[in-house]
């Protein structure tokens, strides 16, 4: 079992920069590719970014690339993904996810999820 902790959200405004992070308990973390998903109002939950066990390969939904960056600290049990260029569009629920298959953007590929962080991007 992997119970997962966000932190990080806020009220930003367009532009401005935020980072989140997501702690994991247990001490499998290491095994784990680790995503973030983000859910807006009314809309379906869509997959950000993802990284693999040991860090060296991350993937992004294009609408964040070059702004959003996935990092983890297996010593630390936490993933992070810093937010820069912020958009209005990014304002979401945010939400870490802990699963066993890199490369699959599908919530179904997650076993286990935190209970989200809200960010909201102000124009």
């Known amino acids: 079992q992997v119970q997962l902790v966000e932190s990080g959200g806020g009220l930003v405004q367009a532009g401005g920069s935020l980072r989140l992070s997501c702690t994991a308990s247990?001490?499998?973390?290491?095994?784990?590719?680790m995503g973030w998903f983000r859910q807006a109002p009314g809309k379906e939950r869509e997959f950000v970014a993802a990284?693999?066990?040991?860090?060296?390969?991350?993937n992004y939904v294009n609408s964040v690339k070059g702004r959003f960056t996935i990092s983890r600290d297996n010593a630390k049990n936490t993933v992070y993904l810093q937010m820069n260029s912020l958009k209005p569009e990014d304002t979401a629920v945010y939400y870490c996810?802990?699963?066993?298959?890199?490369?699959?953007?599908?919530?179904?590929?997650?076993?286990?999820w935190g209970q989200g962080t809200q960010v909201t991007v102000s124009s």
């Open positions: 990284i693999n066990w040991s860090g060296g390969m991350t």
């Open positions: 996810a802990a699963g066993s298959r890199y490369g699959s953007r599908g919530t179904y590929e997650y076993e286990y």
């Open positions: 247990g001490r499998t973390f290491s095994s784990y590719v």
